[in-house]
């Protein structure tokens, strides 16, 4: 299974951007990141996907290494209410044509006025 | 709100007993997720449904069983219950039985087992 690492927490200041790293070096060809956050005991909020280009949505940029063994989610201004914990995450495979999303433990970022 | 709904919010129930927990994905989506987050564990897969059959399976213990309804609304069952199952259970959904959709996750249920 490929595995992902993820400091585990971070603070950042609001206004700033803040960027979180993920390292999952055992990611093989095929296989997406994704990035998920949670605020608080709330049901976790997709945020981004991508597999080797860099990606960016209205909520973040993700950016992704060439050799594709880490990433980094980009929130460019964050406000107080992007406190919450992001979870970087491979999908794994379940056999079949089928995948399954292994959530880690995430990084808390806590975003200070 | 995701448009993933969820009941009952909170749960309270007695070591052995059997509840039963209800899901109704976003409108149009085929697949349903569902999750157990407990402190110690964190956020853990448990099984998918994709258009009424299973497509995957996670970490779900033998006490618990779920199904998907010809509505697509599912239902997650949990039996002989422990004091270790007390944990929030999450259900989403997608549009598709393709992980590479994005799964939107609703409110949970909140199990407390005594």
């Known amino acids: 299974d490929a595995k992902t690492t993820q400091p585990t927490s971070m603070d950042c200041a609001e206004g700033r951007a803040a960027n979180l790293p993920c390292n999952h070096s055992?990611?093989?060809?095929?296989?997406?990141v994704y990035w998920y956050r949670q605020i608080h005991s709330q049901g976790p909020q997709y945020i981004i996907h991508?597999?080797?280009n860099n990606e960016t949505n209205e909520m973040a940029s993700l950016i992704i290494t060439e050799d594709r063994k880490s990433s980094t989610l980009i929130l460019p201004h964050a406000t107080l209410r992007d406190t919450a914990v992001y979870y970087c995450?491979?999908?794994?495979?379940?056999?079949?044509?089928?995948?399954?999303?292994?959530f880690g433990k995430g990084t808390l970022l806590t975003v200070n006025p | 709100d995701s448009g993933v709904t969820q009941t009952p919010k909170h749960l309270i129930t007695a070591t052995g007993q059997r509840v039963t927990l209800r899901c109704s994905p976003r409108s149009g989506d085929l697949s349903v997720y569902w999750y157990q987050q407990s402190l110690d564990q964190g956020l853990q897969f448990l099984i998918q449904?994709?258009?009424?059959?299973?497509?995957a399976k996670g970490n779900i213990l033998e006490r618990f069983s779920a199904q998907q309804f010809p509505d697509l609304h599912s239902e997650l069952n949990l039996s002989s219950l422990e004091l270790g199952d007390s944990a929030l259970y999450f259900c989403?959904?997608?549009?598709?039985?393709?992980?590479?959709?994005?799964?939107?996750f609703g409110p949970g249920t909140r199990l407390t087992v005594l």
């Open positions: 989403a959904s997608s549009p598709s039985g393709r992980v590479n959709n994005e799964q939107f």
């Open positions: 995450i491979v999908r794994v495979y379940s056999g079949g044509s089928n995948y399954k999303l292994t």
């Open positions: 991508g597999l080797k």
């Open positions: 055992t990611i093989s060809g095929n296989e997406y």
């Open positions: 449904y994709y258009n009424g059959e299973e497509r």
